[in-house]
Every structure is written in C-alpha cells, then in structure tokens.
C-alpha cells in the first residue's frame, strides 16, 4: 500500500514538474507547416518554401510563407527555425509541390525524406507545379476569396480526386508505383491562372524522372483506364454532335465506374500485345433537343461514344508509350503472370514497343426525364 | 452486586454453555435489570400486579414501543388475569391478546428482546420473561429511488428499517424458496441482518461462504452496506466495488433469481448483491422494459459514455501536448488559436477545470438544494464563460469536460461511476508524461486488473474474460428476453434455465 502510495505521488509531481519536458509538443507552439515547395534554385541547389498557418498572431488567417536555400530538403526546414518564433514540424504536411523543372530531373530523393522521419505523414499529396511553387504559394496566399492557401489546394485536390479529374497520388502512392517495377506514377499539376490556382492535369513519370504530360480530358480517361474512376462527368467536344442549329457541339455525360478487361498476349518475337476492352456505362446529361429515347438512336451514340473514346484512349497510349510511363501497370501484370518471360526482357525497353490497343464501348443507362 | 455482570462476561468468553437463568423472585430480577439499564431513562420500568396482587413488572423502551396498544389492551387484561392464570399448564403459552409472544428463562435474552423493542413482563414467582411484540418504531414510509431513477419501473425503494425490507421482498417473490439467513451484526449496535437467497437456484456454496465471511465481521457498527463490502472484500486496494449495492427492490428480484445473493442490514436502504461482474454495474432495470432493439442501444451509448468518461480528457492531454498531427486538418486551427491565450500546460488546464467540476459535484450532494441551484449557475457562469475570457482555459477544454462530465454521469450506478472518475485522473497524469502511449498502457493495466479481480471468487471481467457466449449476449446488446433463457453464470445457479418446467 505504501509502494503504491509512493509511485502515485511520484507520478503526480512528475506530471505537474515535467510536463513541458522531455518530447513535448504543445500543439500552439508548434508552426506545423502544411505546404512544402521545392524548387531548383540558380546555383544548383534547392529552394524550399514552407506554408505555415500564424496562430495567435495579429491578423486572423494569415499565413507566414518562408523560402530557404539548401541542399537537403531537411536543410530547409533546419534553416527555418532559424527565423520563426514557432517550432516548424511537418506532421501535418498536406501538400508537397515540387516545380516541373525540378521534377524532370527526378524527385524520389525529394521524397525520401518522407520515408526515413516518421512524424512526416506519407499522406501528403505530391504536386508537380508549372513554373516555381514558392511564388504560387505566395501568390496564392494572397487571394482574398480563397481560403489559407494549403486548404486551398488540398480541397481543390481532394474534390478533384472525387471527381477522378487528377490521380490520388498520396506520398506513399508515389513511392509504391515508383518501386514497383512494372508500375510508373502519375502526378497531379497545378499552375497559378488570373487568382485561381488550376488544376492542368497530370504529369507523367518515367521511373522519378518527370517525362510527359496529359491535360484535363485525358487524365480522365487514363484514371478509367487505371480502372480508379468513380463517377466523372466526361464532354464529347466533336462537330458530329453538334445541333441543328450548331452552337452546342458536342455531349455532356456522366461516366460510372468502369469494367475493364486486359488480355495479354506475345507474338513469335516475343513482343507482348496487349488488349483492353473498357466498358462505360454513361448517363446524358447534356444534348440537343431530340429523340434520344428512340433506342435506335441510342445504339447509334452509343457506337460514337464508343469510337470517340477508342481514339482518344489509343492516343493517350501511343502517348504513354513515348515517354515511356507505364501508370496502368501493364508491365505489372506480365510480372505477376509470365515471371520466366518478364526476366527475361527489360521492360522499359519493351514497353514502347509493345501493341498496346484500347477499345472501348459505350451503354446508355439514362437519357434524363426529358420526354 | 457490583461483581453480578461478571459472570455475564465470562459466559461470553468462554461459550454459551454458561447461562444466566432469572430467578423466580421478582425483586432479583429487578434489580439486575436495574443494574443493567443503569442511566438508561427510555428504558421504562413499570411496576404492576395482577387481579391476584401478585407484584409484576413491565419493561418497555420508550419509543420502540406501540403505548397506545399496550395501555389500551395488554395492561387491562394482565391487571385482569391471576397469577396462575397468565400461563397455560406447559407454560408454553400466554393468555394475552398478543400475536407475537415468546417466554424465555435466559436474563440475556430478555436483555436483548428489551434492547430489540420488545415488551417484556416479569411475574413474581415464575422464573421466565414474557416477550411481547408491541414494537412500533418511527419510519419513513417507502418512498421513490432517490438515486436510482428510471421510467418504467416500479417506482418504490428499500428504506432503513430490515423488517420492511424483507416485506417488500416477500410481497415480490411470493415464494416459499425465498430464504433468509438472518444475524446480528456490529458488536455494540447489535443491529439485524440477513442474507436472502432462494432455494435451489442459489449455490449453497456460496452462500456458506458468504454467510460465513458476514457473520465474522468483528466491527463497532455497521454505518452503511458500504461498510459490510469494505470489511469483507478480497483485494483491498482496488477501487472497483465487489457487490453491488442497490436501493431498487426490483433490481434486488431479478438478481435473487439468477442465484444471486442480497445482504440485508438494518438502518441502511441499501442492499448488497453479491456476486456481481463488472458489467452488473452497467446495466440498468430499465433496459429490460421494453423493445430489446431500442435497449440495446441505450446499452451500447452507455458503454461508449464509460470510455469517454474514462479516456477523452487524458486523449485531449494527450494529443494537443505530443501528437498534434493526429488532429484533423479542420480542426487544427481553431484547437491551436483557443489554446494560444492559455499560459498553461494542458495537464495543468484540465486539471484546473476538472477540479472546479468535481468541487461542484461535491458541493451540491451536501448542500440543501436551495443553495445548490445557485452554486449551479455561480459554477457553470464560471466555468463557461469567465475561464475562457480570462484566458485560463480554452475553449474547447470545456466541451471536453463537459462531454465528459455528462458521458460519466450515464454510468447507472453511483460506485462505478466514482470510481471511474478516480481512474480518469489517473489516466490523464499518465497521458501527461507519456502521451498517447500512456493512454494505452492505462487501458491496459486497467483491463489486467478487472481480469485479476474476482467478487466472491468469480471473475469480475465474466463474460469477455473468461468469455462465456450465453452472458455475453447481455452485456453490450440486450437480447429478446427468450433468448434470454439461460440464467447467467456468474452466481453458479443450480437451476440454469428461467421459467417452470412446462
């Protein structure tokens, strides 16, 4: 009894002597940075920027946005603490924006930081921007209408996301499609447009190394063809569409999830040809004012959605095949089911020449409550 | 005469073999009677004599005692009746208009009957005392639980005195397998006790052991049912009660009938039931009153008040002092600027407003509750708003605390619900060192311990460990009642199944 009567004591005085010792992290002392920016700077080394949210300070909602020279990613936020009141952490980074021109040269080893420092969530979006991210951090920081920037950009990525606009390429999505050997990520890319910040599609990676980019329309489909579409709203934009009257030229649809049939196969030189058969069921939202209930005409939108969508899907391959990135995981696929064959190439060299085809079909679900 | 109590004391020492008889001289009887209840003045002592003027002397205590009866119809029949014929030719019965009536011819026991509120008569020339139950004692009536409430329940609650209890009982179980074992307890209070069970549901075993273990208790007085569980509980450090003590005769029925025991001691309104597991303490006679669906529920909301009662002011500590990402992102900010006026650690914070609450909890049990209404507005102006504007608080500790406060107040019965308050401060002195990782550890050493406890040898975490399918079905959900035929096994029932053999 007074063993026990010694420890709690010993355990009360210590809570109430010690608490700020030893690891503690009082949240409102801390400048827990949402937003990193890493870019190139002239003599070689790494700019880095770091959004933090200013708590307690004068003006409600401001952000302080520090930009620091390094060699390291780590170097930054050690220069930081040099200049901040707070103690910068980044447990809660949201977002990493890495330039396009940094990104062409690789990014793994931006990232991997991420992967040794366990307080540093592997949760964060990585961001490829055009042109510097620190001066889109300080533009967007300040908008007025907008919020603080790094809610800013998370909400515009996370509803995007929803949308199956922009791939979710969390930190750890990056460094398991990096790893993988028959896998390449893809990136969302942002740039800053007239007070906006704007979502212009995605960048395409050759192992870390930035090598292409799609826009908007096409990294939808290529997220259908990932098979990671949910519900999206896809616009046909083609003359054929087009009205009596021609000004609406073209049809607005809502896309569901998806079926997605891959069959592999080689030819005798050992060149794999792939086929994938996508299947999209698709409501109208938008059209002209015409008999879309005749099921005639239905089978016949439907055929053109289907052509329309082969043509673009197989553009978007030859695309990918160019700049050599592998985002549906072909090459995956061959590893897990043809191992002997798969040691026996070297699949980046093989990947642009394979036969890859896409064809697509399309049902009409919903043509609305028009009558 | 100053060495007559001496034989007293060595009978006492040395067994109950030696007996002190009275003596058929009235005078003797008197005056150690009189020695006895020196300076006892409501001990009234009333000299009388029968038709035959044969001297008799009538012992009453003075508010025990129905006066009204005893003038109206005891006196002026024994006044009518000759010495010879008060007692029938065995002198096994009285000719007196009374129900109760025993004769004895052991001075202590008469000393006792006196002390007991009986009415005792001495007649010269016979060595026995008549026993009277005349006893009308001043009692409350049966009134509502008072701490106990529900809906849709009977609305009635035990009260001091053990013979109402036991009728309240009786008048529910109309049984003739309903038991007592019946006994006194504290040494100089001498107040009556029993331990009600029934006959073949209740393991013998058990009850033995209980009986035994109550009947040794070697103390002054009993103050309260609290003290019985103190005196003869296993562990004594723990802070979980044993058994549960309830003022619901309802809540005394049912667990009669799953082979339960109930201790009964006069002056307290409480009942101990034992054994009970822990989970006892989480069920409320009103869960089994209506649709099994809706009970259910209450019964899970009651489970998740108990863990936030138990763990989110140290989760509080815990994550605004070490673990600040794991606050959502919306979160973070408005969290960090009401914490950034404070000049406090959190522990320090909570404690501050934790104390405050408790103080106030404390205050209104005593206070007349008059006052307490105005301590309750002085309390909840001070802890709502004042704290925070003077930049003592933040804003959010109070909705913690408050949640918490009220989370902990689900808890139905008024032990737990301390102890769990006890055991909450203990876990945010650990969450205050170690962070969430001293959250953990508590949960952990707090479910070795319940593991460890048992109540009258039973394991006091039942159900989930050991685990038992049939119980575990009662304890987070509540099933239909025929699903419910099993009794719980807890108590060892002898007879396992509810309901007569059809």
Not at chain 1, 15 to 40: A, H, K, N
Not at chain 1, 85 to 99: A, N
Not at chain 2, 117 to 123: A, D, P
Not at chain 2, 401 to 430: G, K
Request: hydrophobic letters at 40%.
């Amino acid at each position: 009894m007074k063993k026990l009567l010694k420890m709690v004591t010993i355990l009360i005085v210590c809570s109430l002597l010690l608490s700020g010792c030893w690891d503690q992290r009082v949240f409102e002392q801390v400048g827990f940075t949402l937003s990193y920016g890493i870019e190139e700077s002239q003599d070689g080394k790494l700019l880095i920027t770091s959004a933090y949210p200013v708590i307690g300070g004068v003006e409600k909602g401001s952000v302080d946005i520090i930009t620091t020279k390094s060699s390291l990613t780590r170097g930054g936020r050690n220069n930081m603490r040099l200049m901040t009141p707070k103690l910068i952490e980044g447990g809660k980074v949201q977002q990493v924006l890495i330039s396009d021109s940094l990104a062409k040269k690789g990014i793994h080893d931006l990232l991997e930081i991420f992967q040794r420092d366990v307080t540093l969530p592997a949760i964060a979006f990585v961001v490829i921007t055009e042109g510097s991210p620190g001066e889109l951090l300080k533009k967007a920081n300040e908008f007025k209408s907008k919020p603080r920037v790094s809610f800013y950009i998370y909400q515009l990525l996370e509803n995007n996301v929803k949308l199956s606009n922009i791939p979710n390429t969390k930190v750890f999505d990056f460094d398991i499609n990096f790893f993988a050997p028959g896998l390449d990520p893809i990136v969302p890319m942002v740039k800053v447009e007239d007070e906006q910040i704007k979502i212009t599609g995605c960048a395409l990676f050759s192992d870390d190394k930035m090598s292409g980019r799609l826009n908007n329309k096409e990294s939808n489909l290529l997220i259908g063809l990932m098979n990671q579409l949910n519900n999206s709203d896809f616009i046909f934009s083609d003359p054929k569409f087009a009205d009596k009257d021609g000004d609406k030229q073209g049809v607005a649809v809502t896309m569901f999830k998806p079926k997605r049939k891959i069959s592999i196969n080689f030819d005798e030189e050992g060149i794999p040809s792939v086929e994938i058969n996508m299947k999209y069921k698709c409501n109208i939202d938008e059209f002209e004012w015409d008999d879309t209930m005749d099921p005639k005409v239905q089978t016949d939108l439907e055929k053109t959605f289907g052509d329309n969508l082969t043509t673009m899907s197989n553009e978007i391959i030859k695309k990918l095949q160019t700049v050599n990135c592998d985002p549906i995981g072909i090459g995956d696929m061959i590893r897990a089911k043809y191992y002997d064959y798969w040691k026996s190439i070297d699949w980046k060299e093989m990947y642009p020449k394979a036969d890859i085809k896409v064809s697509t079909k399309v049902e009409i679900g919903n043509v609305g409550i028009i009558k | 005469m100053l060495f007559d109590f001496i034989p007293y004391l060595s009978y006492k020492k040395r067994g109950e073999n030696m007996q002190k008889l009275l003596s058929n001289r009235l005078e003797d009887n008197y005056s150690d009677l009189n020695d006895k209840f020196l300076d006892c003045p409501d001990i009234k002592r009333q000299r009388t004599h029968l038709k035959d003027g044969c001297p008799t002397l009538i012992i009453y205590v003075e508010g025990l005692t129905d006066i009204n009866l005893l003038q109206r119809d005891i006196i002026p029949k024994l006044q009518e009746l000759n010495s010879t014929e008060v007692f029938d030719e065995n002198m096994q019965t009285v000719r007196l208009p009374v129900a109760s009536v025993s004769i004895s011819n052991e001075f202590n026991l008469a000393v006792t009957d006196i002390l007991s509120g009986k009415t005792v008569i001495f007649i010269n020339g016979f060595d026995v005392a008549i026993s009277l139950s005349v006893i009308k004692v001043e009692k409350r009536s049966i009134s509502e639980p008072t701490i106990e409430k529900n809906v849709k329940g009977p609305q009635e609650a035990f009260i001091e005195s053990i013979n109402t209890n036991i009728s309240i009982l009786r008048r529910k179980i109309k049984n003739d397998r309903l038991k007592f074992k019946t006994f006194t307890l504290g040494e100089i209070t001498n107040q009556k006790a029993a331990i009600a069970y029934i006959e073949g549901i209740t393991n013998p075993e058990i009850l033995e052991t209980m009986h035994q273990k109550v009947k040794d208790i070697n103390y002054d007085e009993i103050t309260g049912i609290a003290s019985i569980e103190q005196l003869i509980a296993d562990n004594q450090i723990t802070p979980f009660p044993h058994y549960l003590a309830t003022e619901r005769p309802d809540k005394v029925v049912s667990n009669l009938l799953e082979g339960k025991l109930a201790i009964f001691v006069d002056g307290t309104p409480f009942v101990l039931i034992a054994p009970v597991s822990f989970f006892s303490f989480m069920q409320a006679p009103d869960d089994y009153l209506g649709n099994w669906a809706v009970h259910s529920l209450n019964r899970l909301l009651r489970f998740f008040g108990l863990i936030i009662a138990l763990f989110l002011p140290a989760l509080y500590i815990a994550i605004v002092s070490y673990h600040y990402y794991m606050i959502p992102l919306n979160l973070l900010i408005p969290l960090a600027e009401s914490r950034a006026r404070v000049p406090f650690p959190p522990i320090i914070e909570v404690l501050i407003l934790e104390t405050t609450l408790e103080m106030l909890r404390e205050a209104t049990i005593r206070l007349p509750t008059y006052i307490a209404a105005s301590v309750g507005v002085v309390g909840g102006l001070i802890i709502g708003q004042a704290a925070v504007d003077a930049g003592i608080v933040s804003n959010i500790i109070i909705i913690v605390v408050a949640i918490t406060a009220i989370a902990s107040f689900l808890i139905p019965n008024y032990d737990m619900a301390l102890t769990i308050r006890y055991i909450r401060f203990i876990v945010m002195f650990f969450a205050s060192i170690f962070g969430i990782i001293g959250v953990i550890i508590c949960g952990v050493f707090l479910i070795a311990h319940l593991v460890v406890l048992e109540s009258m040898g039973e394991p006091y975490f039942k159900p989930m460990f050991p685990f038992n399918r049939s119980d575990f079905k009662d304890i987070l959900l509540r099933p239909q009642l025929k699903n419910m035929r099993k009794r719980p096994s807890t108590a060892k029932p002898l007879d396992k199944i509810r309901g007569g053999k059809r």
